[in-house]
């Protein structure tokens, strides 16, 4: 999903229903998958975070949320 969201560039209503789909796996992705990922996904939870989806919204806060939660602290 995250090489055919990259490859819909420009087509923003395929990217949308991308961004839905990823963002309701990545719930039920474990941490440790999630945080090996991290530079690949964090820049799609960023752009999810503009949607107008809620259930992609509360989908992508959630996941943030654990990415937050298992950051070092500084």
Do not use: C, N, Y
């Not at 039920?28 to 090996?36: F, M, S």
């Not at 991290?38 to 949320?65: E, F, G, K, Q």
């Amino acid at each position: 999903l995250l090489q055919r969201f990259q490859q819909a560039s420009g087509d923003d209503g395929a990217q949308a229903k991308l961004l839905l789909a990823i963002g309701g796996l990545l719930r039920h992705v474990p941490r440790a998958v999630l945080l090996a990922e991290l530079p690949r996904v964090l820049p799609l939870l960023l752009r999810a975070l503009t949607a107008a989806d809620p259930l992609l919204l509360a989908s992508t806060l959630d996941s943030l949320a654990v990415l937050l939660a298992d950051a070092p602290s500084a």
